[in-house]
Structure formats: C-alpha cells, structure tokens
C-alpha cells in the first residue's frame, strides 16, 4: 500500500508521506512556503492550513473526511485562548493519515506577496531578511560546563540548522535573563542576510519584527516602518533633512565640508539625529517600541551615503568624484546613530552607481527593474540633481546631470516648495492667452466659482515644480514664448498680461492689488538651463547605447510624480516618445529601499545590477555641452520631437530682438 | 643547462630558480620565511638577506662570487639612505644568477623566536595575527567609477592575496585622505586571525604594529605592550583593579552587583576605565601613540570576563555557574572600552574553561602546555580563587578551589599585601625558637648588621602571602605548631615567644617597642582553611584522574613565583611531589596572554584545548568536603608525604588541651 499522499495549495507541490506524518513536516520536506516561528511546538500558530475535503478532479484526489488526525489538545487549547479559523489546523499538530489537498493560506506564507500601492502596481514579495526563531535550550551543567550562548548556538543548529551565527556584545548582556525568564525557551531574530543573532527575547515572541525602509533624500528624509512578517507598512513620515542649514543644495554642504574644519563631523551628526528621531515618530504612530526595530535600509545619493556613514564628502566635489566605497555596507544600526533601535538592529545601506549616482539611483533601478524589460527605457529621477538610467534587458547606463534646484522651484523669481498655496497646475487658452490654475490645498481650478473661498486658507503663495514647469510649456504652446524661449511682449503676444521687466518681458499669471505672480524672462532662463541639463544627460546616455530614441520613459522622484508628461515633452525635459509610453513612478527610490527591507534576494539582485550598470560621467564628455546647448531651445534646436509633433502643434513665433540680441552678447 | 640551486639558511629550503629571478620571490615559492611589508618595492627593507660565499661542502655548493645580480641602485639608495650592514641584500632587488646559499638573518624571518625571560625559558615563536601590507591602488576613473574601499580590496587581492577583508567603518574615514597622502600607496595592517583591516597608513607604515597582552586579574590589572614585529616588550606596568572599592573579592563583587542595580555597569565602567588608562601610559613609557596599538589580547577570570564586557556576573555567584559565553571572544577594542587604541584595534579574549575557572586558566594551560608533556603535571593557579589543571598529553582536567583571600595576606592579623615593608621570607632556627625574616625591598635578613638602616625607609609592617605561609611552614618545623596546627605555649614550646593570646597563643615574630608581629591561632587557622581548599581541590582532580600522586607540581601566579615549594609542601598545600619537581612558572597567565598576542596558532590551540578540558566542579562535588576535612593536618591527616619525610622531619608534638578542645567544641 503506498503512503498517503500529500497535496499542498496554491504551490501544486506533492509528495507520498508515511501515515502520521505533521504536515509541517511534509511542507518542509517538500520545500513549500509555510511558516514557523516556535519550530513545530504548537504555540505560534503561523503554521495554519486550511485542509480540503472531498473530490479534486483535476488533482486527481479524493479527500477522505479523516484525511489528517483528529483535532488534538494542543490544536484545542489554542483554539480557545487565540481561535482558530473555521477548518483551520496547526501543521504542527495536525498529521497526515490519507491523501490530501492542504491549502496554505497567505498568511501563513513567509514569502507572500504585498501589492504595492502606487501607480506601477508592482508586488513585493516577502522574503524578509530578519526572521524568528523559537528553541528550547539546555540548561547549564556543571559537570559539562559551556556558556549560555554556546548552548543557544547548539540549539540554533540542532533544531533549525542555523550555524555560524555572530552575536553582537549588547545581545550577550541580555541572553542570560532572557533564557531564565523563558523557562529555557527564547525567540531569536536572525538576520539571514548577515547571518547574525539580531534580538533574543524570552518564550514565544509574538509581536512582529519590524524594519524601516529610508529614503534619504538632500531635502527631505522620507521613511516607512513596515511590519516585516506581512509587510505592511505600519507608519511613514518624513522630516526636513535638517543639513539644510549647512547648505541648500548638496555641492553647497560639500562646500561648508571643505571650508570648515568639522564641518562634515556637525552635519554627520545632524542627519543621524533626524533620522533616528523619525525611527522614533514613527513608532510612536504605530503604537510600537522603537527598540523592536532591527533593520533599517537606507537609499541615498553619494554625498548623503558619505555623511551618513561618516566620510568627509569633499573627494564628491571634484573630478573624479570618487567615493570612498561603493559597494552595499551593512552596519549595526548603532554605528551610524540609529541608536532607539534595537540593540542587535542592523543598517544595510544600498551599493552606489558611482560618485554622482548613488544609491538612491540604485533603489530606483530596483525598483523600476529596466533590467527586466525588452523596451529601452529611459528613467529620470528629477531632484537638485538628475539621475539618469537607460537601457533594458541587455544593458542599462547611468549617469547624473546637474540640473540645479530649478524644477523644485528655487531660483524661480516667485518660487517655493510644494506647499499649499503653490501654484502646482497652469493652462493658458492659446486664444486669448488668459490663465488658470490650481493650488496646493485645493481641488478647484483658479476660474472655479468658489475658488478664492477655498484658497483663502493657504492663499496664493507662488509657484511650485511642476508649476513652473506647465506654466512655460503652457506658454510655449500659447505662443507666449518663443522657440529660444523669449517671451513676447504685450504687442507681439496680443495680450496685456506679457509686461514690460527692464529690457525683457515677464508673463502675468496672477495678481490681486499689489501683490502678483509672474513668470519672468529669468525664470523661463533658468528653467531652460536644467531641463538643456536633463535633456544632454539623456541624449548622451543614448548616444552611449547608439540609440536616437527610447520606446518608454519612467519619471521618478516624488518630484516627478507631479510632472505632466505632456508638458514634459512640450519642454523638451525628456525625449520625444509616445506619450502613453511616459510613466510616472512616484518614489520609486522610496520603494526600492521597501523591497530591499522585506526581500533580501532583492539585496543580492541590486549588488550585482550595480555592478553591470555602465557609467557615463556628463562632467567630463566633450558631448555634453553640444547637447546641452542644442537642449536650450523649446523643446529642441535640432532633434525632431516627431511624437510631439504628432499631438501637440507649437506656435511658430519668434520674438528676437535688437536689444535681447545685444544684452545677451553683452554678457 | 640546469637552473641555478638556491639554498636558504637556516630553513634548508632549497629550489632550482631560472635565473633573474628575486630572491624573495624564490622564498616565497619554496614557503621561507622571508619578511616583506613593501611586497617587493625596495623600500621597506624588512626581507634583507646574507648571501654566502665560497664552497659548501655539507651543502654541496659552491657560490660563485657573481651567484646573485650586481648592487642596484634601489639597493644603492636604500644603503645611502638607511644603511645595510655589509654583505646584505635586499631579497626583492638581488636576482640569482648562479647556485647560492642564502641566509635568512632572524629579524628578516617572520615567524623569529623570542626566548622568554622567566623562570621556564620557553620560548614564543613569532607569528603575529596583525601584520602590514602596502599596495599600489588603481586611481578613481570617472568612466569606471569604483569606490576608493573596492580598488583598495582589488590591489590586496592582486598584491597579497588577500580577500573578503573586513573593513570597520571608523577606518573608511581616514581611507581616502591616507590614499591621495600616499601617492596610491598605502600600508594596511590586517589582522589575519579575524581577515579584517585594523589600520591604514599613507605609503610605507615604518612604525611597529603594538599589542597589548592583559592579565586583568581582581586585584591587579597587569600589561605588556609588545612590538608584533620583534616580540619585544616595549613596556610593561600594572593598577589596581579600581573595582576592588565595589568588593575585595570576586563574590563580594557579584553581590554588589545583585544588591545594586546597576552596580555591574559601575564595575564595568570602572575596569574599562583603568585599562585604556594602563594603555595610555604604557604606551607614553614606551614613547609611542596608543594608536599604535592594534591587539589587545586578555586574560582574566571569569567574574572579570564578565564585566569587562559588560555582561552581569551574577549568574556567576550562583550554581550551576552558568557563564554567559565560554568561547574566546574577538572584539573591536573600543567595544570593551579600549578608546585609545587605533580607531579599528581589536581585541581578543581567551576561552572560559567553566563558570569558575576562566581566560586566565586557559592562558596558564596555554604557557604551562600540560598537554604536550609525558609527566603527569599539577598547575596550580595561586590567588584568591586558586585554579588548578591535571594531567599530560592524555587527559586535561580543571578545576577551581575557594581558598579566600588568605594566601593574599588579607584574613591575616599582621597580613598586608605583598609591598615594600612586608616580611616576605621566615627562618625559625628549630633549637633556639628564633626567627629571622627578610621584607620587600631589602635582601638582607633581619639578623644580618645594617639590616634595621637598610630597612629604616620601609619600615617593618606585616606579612604578606609568602610570609605567611614561610612563617607557618617553619613553626611547623620548629616544633611550634603541631600537626592539627595549635600553637604550643612558652612552656610547651620552649620560648618566650610564644605569648598567651587570651585562651590560645601567638608566636612573636617581631617588636618594636609597642609595635608586634604575631602569627596568631587565627592566622594559623585562616591559614589551614585556604590550604585544606587548595589541596581538597587537587585531590579531586587526582580522584578524577584516578592516581594517587603527581610527577611534577606547578606554581603558577605572581604569587605563586615567590611561594618556597618547600615550605608549601610542608603546609601540605600541594600534593607531596619531589622537591626538585616542583617549579614556579611566575606569571603563566600574562605569558599566556602573551603568547596568544604574539602567536595567532597560539589561538586556535587554545580554544581547541579548553574543548578537551574535563571540568570538575568542587563546589558539588561530595568528596570536596571530604578532602577538605583530611587536609586540614600540617600537612595532612592521612596522605603519606612521603618525598616531604625523606627531606624534612617534622617534630611529633601536640599541643591539643582541654581548653582548645571546649573552645572548638562551643563554636
């Protein structure tokens, strides 16, 4: 008579098992994805299956109603203190006796999947780092003397084939009122990507491990806290990077680094506070202790990553701009200031592209995977400075393109930050060339009726990013600027609203009484000067890959997340393509860094990628200043912008003039 | 034709090279042991050779005068700029020619021998776990952008051969200023016993690498700083433990810190404190930076283990004597409190035998190596807790014994510790009754002429732990104490010295006007308890060992160094052994600890060793009390002595009297 046989769903993995075998025995030996945090004890319930009964055609079984054991006391006992879900059974407890189809439910998969919430839709799937571990301890002996920790070690490999484990110091402090206070049981966090002991608590632990993926950006430090047994993401913030006040921009804090001795030592020390003070909010929010903590991932670009881990950044500053490590680093939290963590909590910093393209770069490659397309995509994370990735399956480049603080609205006559009251949204009617828009804080266009009630809270503040962005392209396609980008005057235009700003012409988007909001012919300047900067990275990518097109081009950044494509293009920021082929992926640094917290294959993935990554360094090709200045033009001197073409008609004006020709030349 | 012979002295090696190859390069193929720092550059000079000359008969040789190429003028440079004694040659610049004989000078060897100063003459080979490399790194290439970190892991592969170094973050700060410093070239120090980087230098490192060897001992922290190099000690000091204000003994320490929270925390801080401190001032004795020092290799009990890093002890003052780790630890140094080490020195910790006997025990087993001898051999470990090992190359046993703080002096009524002024040494003239004695400080006896101006300065204060054991010894011999150990009257005795003591007597050492040394009853007895502990512990192990005498007894300690095996064995403190067979091995553990700095084998022999060692545990053991009861005679109830009797006779006297019998009998 053959054994039994054992079904388990939704996996399809089979196999013949003698009678009474546990079916977390049988998932094991089978390799399927069911949990187990006490080891097959019977008290931490992850191992639930859900069995099936009677026919399975297709599987070709039939389940017999006493297919697995009787429900047992454990499983009893249990049921009344926790409940168990109708039909529900302990893999532990429950053992096989005929064929059966064993469901496994997802949550009682480790690596299930996590839909992600943002546009792209693309799933997590779990496979944290950091898992628990229960096991039962010797005691000590006198007559055969060892340490507790060795025999913790014993355990580790006897009953869950765990060897080699580190144990940092602040762990052995504990572990001797732990395995006491436990009865000689204790649950383990092992950190299987570092193959350490990350916390040790007494029993059973049930709460659940929790990670917290970083986005460390020059402005803004972004973080979620995510439960890193389902990945939920229990809490996000962000906080002001508060380096900001050794500079605006990262070239600046390089500066204050080289001009003030311990410079990079204060701003080191300001980072690391703000981001374990946000390691601290966000647990609060959640209703956790930041001590449960035990992983953090961070992404950044190169002059943060070096300030961060305590490298002085001046070598980012110039040629050859080479960084003093590039690959991943993983940490103990504590060694760059993460101290609320957990005591054994680790810092696992993603590798970087090269000095100007960092890991932030890294997590938006992993995260947007070009690497796993057929289509050459060209993806821009647009921030004070631009990363660049092109490329698809075969091969994918990488480069970083000095945009400047322009597209986030600095150095914008009536710029800000994204903040309600900010002009964020702009149409003008090419006929009569009047405006309206939208502001942060309000879901009414500026010609709604009720829009000046809605916007008296915030008011009308200036213009942010995006912006300042549709507002240029809206006045190219309005004929209000010209393709070199001059603005007409009132006459030329035909509208009252180009006045007259010195020599040049400004656009009235907005005034009431004394107070208004133009857009000058500087700020049409300004904004030429990043997008040409954008534009010439990307051409110079393609040029590199011998390409004169891209067939998809992804916008990151949360920046880019509020960039119309449409205007984009108008511009000429990006080049010409489809325009339902120009994606925005919102964070997608954000979410690399949360797939790196909750799957470490993803870890492995990302080290590899970035070494097959080819860099292209635009501070020193001699194409780079072509590009850029044929870029100046709207959307472009030379290149034929057919897609555009195909949707959008641009006004041909010009508004050149004597004097505009002769301040230029002057300059 | 075949290929020139190469011959080294005194390894023998000899290969057939083609000619122009380096002489180092030649030794490296044939595994000499010919040192290199520059890895073959001409500048370090560490792989100078001496070349032979002339007919070698036993060697069958003949060198011919042109056997190695010309002078060069790296050598040339190197002679005029540093000096090479006459006939040496720089092994990487001198390329054989012709069949040679190479002599490999000691302090171009590696693995050179330092012979030890003390007593047993055992000498350690050099093989340093840290030990310095240069290497030429490849420039930052902005179109192949690779951290400073990774092209210098790339050059220690190529150069050395050396891979998957770990890198503590405290280094990487100092990586790229220490790279552009040196032209691209750099000297890493690598720590081969744990493959980790420890110190990065610009160009060539000149300095010696430092170690520290530990013995942290209760009462005093003693250290050697030692050039890693040579094997030199550089410096050697000790402090007080400044835990001795939280309790002069282990256990009164654990019970500060169970009756204080927080109290192991104080303690630890406190030791921690005073050890960098002994580093900073050893380090300023021997003219060099603390940040020299790389290694920190230590010793101690397991109490002190415990609080040095930072982990409770109370575990400890309890059965089963649970340790919290047993194995040998390997730490950053600054993890323990060694702050003024180099920013990535480390420090490592010998293995814990068992709860009671600790580091410091295997660190006596490591310098004494009972296991590498035929001779059954006793070790025993004098201090306030005396540790003892048994056996040979067989078997391996351990255990510790409770002796209190007696042969410390301390528990003693005239007792002091061993400092200028103490009796050390005691002579009772058998006929007379009288005494004479020597202090610390002074090498004459107390009845030579000039003794009382040599010792004007110190003065006479007390007895230390030698003293007191001599002093009770020679009372034995004298017929003064009998053999249960009461001392005799003036009348039963003979001597005025004997002086009632209310209902029991002292004997009368010295006085000086009102000023008196007295052995008193109470010291006798005080003095009766530690040996009977020491000696029921030694029994045990031999009942374990299943023999009924050793071949040769080991003092060890720096107590043990001025213990007389004489006198020792006439208190019946050690098993009755030959005289001639029982040795002091001064202070086994700092030799011990010094051999784990210089030697990494040394480490990995150790931690093999304490796996092999049978622990035996007195505290439960029932024939402890037992043995303890029989050894309380001088020297013993029952156990023959029988090498004692052939040299000395103890005088059959017994002074048991009513009064003494009723006294005991109340208590």
Same mark, same amino acid.
């Given at each position: ?92 407890? #429950? ?93 383990? #966090? ?31 430090? #972004? ?111 504590? $060694? ?26 890294? #997590? ?59 002009? $964020?949204?702009?149409? %003008? ?176 993935? %990302? ?61």
């Amino acid at each position: 008579m053959t054994d039994p046989l054992v079904i388990f769903m939704p996996s399809g993995k089979r196999g013949h098992f003698p009678s009474g075998t546990p079916v977390l025995q049988a998932a094991r030996a089978l390799g399927v994805d069911l949990d187990s945090v006490c080891g097959g004890r019977g008290i931490c319930s992850k191992c639930q299956v859900q069995p099936g009964s009677g026919s399975f055609p297709k599987l070709g079984v039939t389940v017999a109603p006493d297919a697995l054991s009787a429900v047992n006391a454990v499983e009893r006992r249990y049921d009344e203190k926790r409940g168990l879900k109708p039909g529900r059974r302990l893999g532990c407890q #429950a053992t096989v006796q005929g064929d059966v189809v064993i469901d496994v439910p997802p949550e009682s998969q480790v690596h299930r999947q996590v839909v992600r919430k943002a546009a792209s839709g693309r799933a997590i799937v779990m496979d944290p780092a950091t898992r628990l571990h229960m096991v039962t301890v010797e005691e000590p002996d006198m007559d055969a003397p060892s340490g507790d920790l060795e025999r913790l070690r014993a355990a580790l490999a006897d009953q869950w084939d765990l060897r080699d484990l580190a144990v940092p110091l602040a762990l052995l402090r504990g572990l001797q009122a732990a395995l006491r206070k436990g009865g000689w049981q204790v649950t383990v #966090a092992v950190n299987h990507d570092e193959n350490r002991i990350s916390a040790i608590w007494p029993g059973l632990r049930e709460a659940p491990v929790l990670g917290l993926a970083v986005d460390l950006g020059s402005t803004t430090i #972004a973080a979620h806290l995510c439960d890193l047994s389902t990945g939920a993401v229990l809490a996000s913030g962000g906080v002001m990077n508060p380096q900001i006040r050794f500079g605006e921009d990262l070239m600046s804090r390089v500066s204050y680094a080289m001009m003030n001795t311990g410079g990079d030592v204060e701003m080191t020390a300001a980072v690391r506070e703000a981001l374990d003070r946000l390691a601290v909010e966000l647990a609060a929010e959640a209703g956790v202790p930041p001590g449960d903590i035990l992983e953090a991932v961070i992404v950044c670009n190169p002059v943060m990553h070096h300030l961060l881990i305590g490298v002085d950044p001046v070598e980012l500053g110039q040629a050859p701009f080479a960084l003093a490590t590039s690959d991943a680093l993983r940490l103990g939290a504590e $060694e760059i200031g993460l101290a609320a963590l957990g005591p054994g909590a680790r810092a696992y910093i993603l590798p970087c592209i090269a000095g100007h393209v960092g890991a932030d770069a890294a #997590a938006v490659a992993l995260s947007e995977a070009p690497d796993k397309t057929e289509a050459l995509t060209l993806i821009v994370d647009v921030g004070t400075n631009a990363e660049l990735l092109l490329g698809n399956r075969d091969r994918l480049l990488a480069c970083s393109s000095p945009t400047g603080p322009a597209f986030e609205g600095a150095q914008i006559s009536s710029g800000q930050r994204a903040a309600p009251g900010a002009i $964020e949204r702009v149409e %003008i009617d090419p006929a009569t060339k009047e405006p309206r828009f939208r502001v942060i804080g309000c879901d009414l266009w500026s010609d709604d009726p009720g829009f000046a009630a809605a916007t008296e809270g915030t008011g009308i503040t200036g213009i942010c990013g995006s912006g300042i962005i549709e507002a240029v392209a809206e006045m190219r396609m309005a004929g209000i600027v010209d393709a070199k980008g001059l603005i007409g005057s009132a006459a030329q235009v035909g509208t009252p609203r180009c006045v007259a700003e010195g020599r040049t012409h400004g656009y009235l988007l907005w005034e009431d009484g004394d107070r208004r909001i133009l857009v000058t012919q500087g700020d049409i300047r300004a904004i030429q000067l990043a997008k040409s900067a954008l534009y010439a990275g990307a051409r110079l990518l393609m040029d590199e890959a011998g390409v004169d097109g891209v067939e998809r081009v992804v916008l990151a950044g949360a920046f880019g997340a509020h960039i119309s494509p449409r205007h984009a293009m108008v511009l000429g920021m990006i080049p010409d393509a489809a325009l339902d082929h120009v994606t925005s992926a919102g964070n997608a640094a954000g979410h690399g860094a949360r797939m790196a917290l909750c799957n470490r294959a993803a870890r492995a993935h %990302i080290e590899a990628l970035v070494r097959r990554i080819e860099k292209v360094e635009t501070a020193v090709a001699p194409r780079f200043q072509e590009h850029f200045v044929a870029a100046n033009a709207i959307p472009h001197a030379t290149d034929p912008f057919a897609h555009l073409a195909g949707t959008v008609t641009l006004p041909d004006v010009s508004f050149n003039t004597a004097n505009e020709g002769r301040k230029r030349r002057r300059r």
